[in-house]
């Protein structure tokens, strides 16, 4: 049996949040171009090294960016928006971080999107397919040109190879590059980006070639689209796509995820490529399928450890998967995590805290290498002593997910003291400018999310399980772990404090269960609307304490209700029917909901804040007079 490994992607943030750190110094000015490349390619040579020392059969190069990836295929592909009028004197990292933060006019902690003053906005940003992950959208017109800029990409290849790894290099592919992209055509109307392929395809063309004589045996182009609800023009424009690209001669990994292919199954199993990866994680019923469809010499790469969760695989459960498809293959598969690990956080090791017992459940980025190596070892029926120890303690930590959360007590009078302090100056704040209904300004909370699974049975928080959410911002996500229960009041008592600093209503700002779910690394022994619903019951609880309390007026806030819309749109209806259902049992009858279209004001200094709040109440005033 011949098994080969490889990774989709990796973290690059680093295990200390390295990247974040030197980004943000060097948008402050403190740190030069040079020595955050050399951040850069000290970060890429530890995550090659860690893929080599799992047992990998292939380091992934081009996954890394110093702010997204699709921002790196702008330039990669010389397709950079006239609109912000680059000169030759700006150098290529210069022009990058412009289009990913506009022109600011004032210092900044690094996190923003700007303009200045002549309206140079940076590019949109918005949801990489459903996961918490932004990219920046590129902009497409008539006007837009292709060109190969693929010195950064040529580097870093070159890089792993002075290093010693065998390389597969991964790039976005043509048509998802295409279908990301936004239409901007001022003035005209009816242009329709996929125009475009033609000309975009011979520089596609030509980086391959380019890898090609640089010693790179297998490209993965990444197709995730083909688990969309595709117009017909776009699927059928994947054949001829391929079979242009497929002249090159270099071995093209088509890999697909986050959803099923379904009605595209037959098409991309026919497609002219040397491999195809397929998610088995979020489309496990299909791999069979995939597996009878594929023809015998081409190479399938499944995707069975989940690589946008931190729950420890289940061995045995992937090999009895894997076994029936390695037969079918003739013993010759390639082992994979389902998409880019870029979703998990870096690594367990510096989590010294976490209750142990708990920890021995998780897998992140680091950990999940080794899990793909395993199951190599396993499915080629030769493990060593170590592999074989590995298997042991895995089936152990399966075994033995449930436990007990273990709560911490919060709470201190010098604290309670500066939290009053707080809320009594956004009381002040807010009566001055004349609003009418008040909040209490959430100084205690240290996150929509975080705040309430603190105080929830159920949930357990890590210490450095950054994720990268876009550019230098990471987050770090809750883990649901058990049963979500609500062993007492969460929001009531500074809720009541701040009511009676004032006659005025004050608001309950709560945050929605579907929100809490989208927001968190979710247990996976049971159906999320389960989860939900668990989290809903809690909520409610707490909007009837608030009642009970003498609040009139409660916020849920729902902001990732359309986020956790499936990608297809056959499955909508059952993910709406368990998500309104969980907003339904928090809340409150329909006829009192207030609608608000839009988000809070949390991340805005105080100047900013009261120039809207200003606006908002003299628009209001007028209002009532007409």
């Known amino acids: 049996m011949t098994v080969h490994t490889h990774i989709l992607g990796f973290p690059r943030i680093g295990a200390a949040r390295e990247l974040t750190l030197a980004l943000e110094s060097h948008w402050r000015g403190e740190l030069s171009e040079a020595a955050l490349e050399a951040t850069g390619q000290q970060l890429r040579a530890r995550h090659w090294a860690l893929q080599r020392d799992a047992g990998l059969d292939y380091v992934t190069v081009g996954d890394f960016a110093l702010y997204d990836q699709v921002a790196n295929h702008i ?3 010389g397709c950079e ?86 390389v597969k290099a991964a790039l976005i592919g043509p ?73 090159v001669g270099v071995n093209i990994l ?19 490529v040397a491999g195809l990866h397929v998610d088995g994680i979020r489309a496990p019923h299909e791999l069979i399928s995939v597996t009878d469809w594929l023809p015998a010499h081409k190479v399938l790469s499944v995707g069975i450890v989940d690589g946008r969760n931190i729950w420890r695989t289940d061995l045995d459960a992937a090999l009895a ?17 389902s998409c880019s690990l870029l979703h998990v956080p870096f690594s367990l090791a510096a989590e010294t805290e976490l209750d142990s017992e708990i920890k021995t459940w998780l897998a992140f980025a680091t950990e999940k290498l080794s899990e793909i190596a395993v199951l190599k070892d396993a499915l080629e029926g030769h493990p060593d002593d170590s592999a074989l120890a590995a298997l042991a303690t895995f089936r152990q930590a399966i075994a033995s997910r449930r436990a007990s959360h273990k709560r911490g007590e919060l709470g201190s009078a010098e604290y309670e003291a500066q939290m009053c302090a707080e809320i009594a100056h956004a009381v002040g704040r807010q009566e001055a400018l004349g609003l009418d209904v008040l909040v209490h300004g959430e100084a205690e909370r240290n996150d929509m999310v975080e705040y309430f699974g603190e105080q929830l049975d159920g949930f357990i928080f890590t210490r ?126 329909p006829a009192q909901l207030w609608v608000n279209p839009d988000c809070g004001l949390k991340t805005r200094g105080w100047a900013e804040t009261e120039a809207a709040l200003k606006n908002m109440v003299a628009a209001a005033r007028q209002m009532r007079a007409a």
Not at 322 to 332: D, E, T, W, Y
């Open 254 to 272: 088509l890999a697909t995820y986050f959803s099923p292919l379904e009605e595209n199954l037959s098409l991309t199993c026919r497609l002219p």
């Open 464 to 589: 450095h399980g950054w994720v990268q959410s876009y550019g230098s911002r990471c987050v770090k996500p809750p883990v649901i772990y058990g049963d979500v229960q609500r062993p007492a009041a969460m929001t009531v008592a500074w809720t009541v404090h701040a009511q009676s600093l004032t006659n005025k209503p004050m608001k309950g700002m709560l945050t929605g269960p579907v929100t809490i779910l989208q927001w968190s690394f979710v247990r996976d022994d049971q159906p999320r609307a389960a989860t939900a619903l668990q989290l809903a019951l809690a909520i409610r609880d707490e909007v009837q304490d608030l009642e009970t309390a003498g609040i009139g007026i409660i916020q849920v806030d729902e902001p990732a209700m359309r986020e956790g819309l499936p990608l297809r749109r056959g499955q909508w209806d059952a993910y709406l029917d368990w998500a309104t259902r969980a907003f339904r049992i928090a809340v409150i009858p």
């Open 75 to 77: 330039q990669l592909l």
């Open 175 to 247: 048509l998802t590059f295409l279908w990301l992209g936004k239409e901007k055509t001022p003035g005209e109307s009816g242009f329709d980006r996929l125009a475009l392929l033609e000309q975009l395809l011979p520089v596609y063309g030509a980086l391959l070639d380019r890898l090609k004589q640089q010693g790179v045996t297998w490209v993965q182009l990444d197709e995730p689209i083909l688990g969309l609800d595709l117009p017909s023009a776009w699927r059928s424009a994947f054949e001829s796509t391929y079979w242009q690209l497929n002249q």
């Open 321 to 337: 998967v894997l076994r029936p498809l390695a037969a079918k293959r003739n013993g010759h598969l390639w082992l994979a995590p």
């Open 81 to 166: 928006p006239a609109r912000f009028n680059f000169t030759p004197e700006q150098s290529p990292l210069a022009r990058y971080f412009t289009m990913a933060r506009g022109e600011a006019t004032h210092a900044d902690c690094g996190h923003a999107h700007h303009s200045n003053a002549a309206g140079t906005a940076a590019l949109e940003m918005t949801k990489w397919f459903d996961t918490n992950y932004h990219y920046l959208v590129p902009e497409l017109s008539p006007q837009t040109r292709f060109s190969l800029a693929g010195e950064r990409l040529l580097a870093e290849v070159a890089e792993a190879q002075a290093l010693g790894h065998q």
